[in-house]
């Protein structure tokens, strides 16, 4: 008897991106400082180091760095936080989840040519992502998938405790 095996699916697995532990966000965040500080810095030079504009060019370059372009969606208790990765690997994804916001950081390949030497390559470039939440959520709850690259990522909100549920029932004598 023949066995056969199973036809090949042409879509790829599902791939997790990172998830940014709390021991691990203040290097994400120093990453993030020290790509707004590069392009401040850039913008100075470009306006002929001209001094006195120092935070103009930080907040420039934080617009620019930080982009916006998450869709976040409601859901019951949960969040829903999508975004479109063109050209990103799923290995090239981490995600760094505050009780207010979040943000992503990718790496994403594009093709570079040179017009003299007529040569090919790959370039790296970050893509940082943020949005600031409307719910407060919790950061560990958070699961996440990449796949025919878009990122996914499913969250719990975070109910504030009320006063009555944290209180002992009291006993009357």
Known sequence: MATSKPALSEKLPAKAPRIVGQN?????HQGIHRRVAERAYGLYEAYGHEHGNDRA??????NEILQHGLEVRESGSWLSINASLPDVDGDDIEVCLEPNRVIIRAEKSEATQTTESHTQGLAQRELFLMEDLLAEIDPETVSGSFNDQKLTLMVKKRYPVTRASTEEPSTQS
């Not at 060019?57 to 934080?62: K, R």
């Open 24 to 28: 691990d966000q203040e290097k994400f």
């Open 57 to 62: 060019h930080w907040l420039q370059a934080q």
